[in-house]
């Protein structure tokens, strides 16, 4: 997955009137049953001094590198959502060998 999509995807912010960032939220998905998808946004951190780009950017890639959130398949080596993993391999990789969700 492309940083782009997973910013769009997964990870959103709350700024303050200055524009500068505050909240930073990942999105969690958790499973109710194999084909229901809840998707969690879970506060990530709370600035008590708003961030600026940088630090934005700096921060972002904390959350990729951490493996609550993303991990690398195995099988595939792109890097998705905890949510969307198996164990190792992700969801995408198990259906191409036939396991059925
Ligand atoms: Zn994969």
């Not at 200055?18 to 229901?36: A, F, M, Q, R």
Request: aromatic letters at 10%; charged letters at 30%.
């Amino acid at each position: 997955m492309k940083l782009q999509e997973m910013l769009r995807d997964y990870i959103r912010t709350s700024k303050n009137n200055n524009g500068l960032i505050e909240k930073i939220y990942v999105c969690k998905i958790s499973w109710d049953s194999p084909h229901t998808a809840n998707l969690v946004w879970e506060l990530y951190k709370n600035f008590s001094e708003p961030i600026d780009k940088i630090s934005f950017e700096r921060e972002l890639e904390k959350i990729l590198d951490n493996k609550r959130y993303f991990e690398t398949c195995d099988s595939c080596g792109i890097k998705k959502a905890s949510g969307n993993m198996n164990g190792k391999v992700c969801h995408s990789c198990m259906e191409k060998t036939g396991i059925v969700f």
